[in-house]
């Protein structure tokens, strides 16, 4: 099993550009969810689903949108970037028997110029 | 809102010390306390966690104690190896919505 994967692994942006982030998991797990990390902040959640077709805000949605068409997958997208979007970003996801365990995915870092 | 705040941010201690990570939450309703240990440039990794019908639990060097009451929970990591150096985060939540703490930064000196 790959587990959570992420693409892209990298990526740079200017202000203002559009870009999608794809997170994939091959767990059949239900929760998937999209955190960003910042130097002292920690992990914060952006937006989280409990199931396909479901999303939800998490602490700091402002800015990002998702979407859940297959269970597998798990979108954010960025529709105007900005610089204050300059971020590593994690996917992770949860379900099975350990429902609240998460499992992350590799990350993407995101710089927007 | 739903806090968790974790101390201390940063954390040196000689090979073979203990060392001990403390957290504090806000949200009466949280339940569940995992540890992620997250190495430089790496995903994090779940190394413990606990329910709040649990007050401690060990895993071989790594324990984790929670206290309802006062709202805090701590890790415990015995017998410190080089290995151990990383950042730590601690979170806690309910259901399957998890605040994580601000980190720390473990250095174990040889």
């Known amino acids: 099993n790959a587990g959570v994967t992420q693409t892209p692994k990298f990526r740079v942006l200017k202000t203002g550009q559009s870009m999608t982030l794809l997170c994939a998991q091959d767990m059949n797990h239900e929760y998937m969810y999209w955190y960003r990390q910042d130097p002292g902040m920690g992990l914060r959640l952006i937006h989280y689903s409990v199931g396909e077709g479901t999303t939800a805000k998490g602490e700091v949605p402002d800015g990002y949108n998702v979407s859940r068409l297959k269970k597998q997958n798990f979108l954010l997208g960025l529709e105007s970037a900005a610089p204050s979007q300059t971020s590593v970003y994690f996917c992770?996801?949860?379900?099975?028997?350990?429902?609240?365990?998460?499992?992350f995915g590799p990350g993407t870092r995101l710089t927007v110029t | 809102g739903e806090n968790v705040e974790q101390h201390p941010s940063t954390l040196s201690v000689q090979e073979g010390d203990s060392a001990v990570i403390k957290c504090t939450y806000s949200?009466?309703?949280?339940?569940?306390f995992p540890w992620y240990k997250q190495e430089l440039g790496k995903r994090p990794q779940l190394i413990i966690d606990i329910r709040s019908n649990v007050g401690e639990k060990k895993d071989q060097r790594i324990a984790v104690t929670l206290n309802k009451t006062a709202k805090h929970f701590s890790l415990h990591i015995t017998e410190t190896q080089p290995e151990d150096s990383a950042v730590y985060f601690c979170?806690?939540?309910?259901?399957?919505?998890?605040?994580f703490g601000t980190g720390t930064l473990l250095a174990v000196q040889p």
């Open positions: 992770a996801s949860s379900g099975g028997v350990r429902a609240y365990e998460q499992y």
């Open positions: 949200d009466s309703a949280s339940n569940y």
């Open positions: 979170a806690g939540g309910a259901t399957n919505k998890l605040i």
